[in-house]
């Protein structure tokens, strides 16, 4: 199976577009057939919080459409993915609110069925792609650049369902940076919240969350940052210059790539094929230890 | 009776103010989590990202007022928007508590009381219910000072992910009263 549904949820089709524009560029070039899947929208997690409801019918009529055109859904966002995960088990354990969403799902001519399989970014580079196929296509070593993995939290927790990563052991994404020549290296608190979640409370806030995350992979020696969250994106590499002017640091500054952009970077692909223009961390500084020009 | 919060500040509650309907209701919603077993150990605290730059917000401590119906200052101070529900606390807890299913049960039990929610959720639902996505497509600056859109970039056209009337009316009914 190498067909999967492309499940952009919000963030990244209204303005994660580096994100989006990579992945197209580089997992059809793995042997990855993406369809687009224009009916899904919002899964709902962001609003869970003002009506639990509301988020367990969106992510539940998304998995049933899916699962009636009976191909799997690749979820970008950590928070499309765990929300899925987390829905399936839901519905699994509660009855009566089963019978309450089937109901909403049926005045819009859909039966509830959630069985459709459901994979992350990570997973299709890490477990359907495999890091030999990957390493194997390598034309572009990132030999020499040292890398700090950051898969946002909601790629291991929370841990009572199924994610991408063993939440005890999560160790594809290093497997993945590796395949492409990248160092990898420890730093604490790597499964820690960015923050971004925190905004509609208290930007400022939230910032001071994110200039510490940015701290530390400078303090570790870090050249870069890799996530495959819009939401991280957003916050470690979208908003870098105002947590640095937030906290008054000049030292807040590293390039900061999804994975999918590194991936493309290290088999061949050309900057703008990847979007990287459109990233506000400075990317040049890794670019040009690869050699690669961000304005030809 | 006297309970601690926020650190070194010391508020009196009056006993009259208990509501057990709170914590039935708030347990409905955490199934198949428990709140009533919390023993205040404070793990969920400890490892909170809210707590690190809001030291105000404490879990535990808004799991142990919720047990005792006393939430009227918690949704009063509107702190549980804080919570960037990240799960670590559930991680954390040693008695499946899941504090942050009940801090999102007690957004929702605030937002059916007639509480707002912060400005941004707001809108975010009404442009899930009208567009399908939280926020409209925007234009992003490039490096080389240049506004980008989906049409610039070759990408293909964002469609209103609805097009059936039940989707819209669902919604309208599910999150409407959260933005009208």
Not at chain 1, 157 to 170: F, K, V
Request: hydrophobic share 40%.
């Amino acid at each position: 199976m190498s067909k999967f549904l492309l499940f952009l949820g919000c963030t990244i089709p209204t303005k994660q577009y580096s994100y989006e524009i990579s992945v197209r560029n580089v997992l059809p070039k793995l042997g990855v057939e993406l369809v687009d899947f224009a009916e899904a929208g919002c899964c709902g997690f962001p609003l869970k919080g003002l009506n639990r409801r509301a988020w367990v019918y969106m992510s539940a009529r998304i998995l049933s459409i899916a699962s009636k055109k009976g191909l799997p859904i690749l979820a970008l966002c950590n928070g499309c993915d765990t929300s899925l995960r987390k829905i399936k088990d839901i519905l699994k354990h509660d009855e009566a609110l089963r019978k309450e969403i089937a109901d909403l799902l049926s005045n819009e001519g859909i039966k509830l069925d959630v069985s459709a399989e459901v994979y992350h970014t990570l997973e299709i580079l890490h477990d359907f792609v495999g890091v030999e196929k990957i390493k194997s296509m390598v034309r572009r070593s990132l030999k020499g650049i040292r890398i700090a993995s950051y898969p946002g939290c909601h790629m291991i927790r929370p841990s009572d369902i199924p994610h991408p990563e063993d939440p005890a052991e999560p160790r594809k994404y290093d497997a993945v940076l590796n395949a492409l020549g990248a160092e990898v290296g420890y730093y604490p608190d790597r499964g820690g919240c960015c923050g971004a979640t925190m905004l509609p409370y208290s930007a400022r806030h939230a910032l001071l969350i994110a200039a510490s995350k940015i701290k530390t992979f400078k303090e570790y020696g870090f050249d870069a940052v890799s996530t495959s969250c819009p939401y991280c994106m957003e916050m470690i590499d979208g908003k870098q210059d105002a947590a640095r002017t937030e906290v008054g640091d000049e030292s807040i500054s590293i390039p900061v790539f999804y994975l999918t952009q590194l991936v493309g970077l290290a088999i061949g692909l050309e900057p703008k094929e990847l979007g990287l223009n459109l990233n506000i961390s400075p990317v040049e500084e890794v670019l040009e230890k690869l050699g690669v020009s961000l304005y030809e | 009776m006297v309970v601690l919060t926020g650190g070194s500040e010391v508020v009196a509650l009056e006993v009259r103010l208990l509501d057990s309907r709170v914590l039935r209701e708030v347990k409905e919603l955490v199934r198949p989590h428990s709140p009533q077993h919390c023993y205040q150990c404070a793990k969920c605290t400890s490892a909170c990202t809210a707590t690190k730059v809001i030291p105000d917000y404490k879990p535990h401590l808004i799991v142990a007022l919720t047990r005792l119906g006393l939430i009227k200052n918690l949704l009063d101070s509107g702190i549980i928007w804080a919570c960037t529900e990240c799960w670590k606390c559930s991680e954390y807890c040693p008695q499946d508590v899941a504090p942050v299913e009940v801090v999102i049960a007690l957004k929702n039990l605030s937002i059916a009381m007639g509480y707002k929610p912060p400005e941004d959720l707001k809108m975010m639902a009404k442009n899930v219910v009208e567009l399908g996505y939280i926020s409209p497509p925007i234009e992003v600056l490039s490096k080389e000072f240049e506004m980008y859109g989906r049409n610039a970039l070759a990408l293909p056209e964002l469609v209103k992910p609805y097009t059936h009337e039940g989707t819209i009316n669902n919604l309208k009914k599910l999150l409407g009263g959260v933005y009208e």
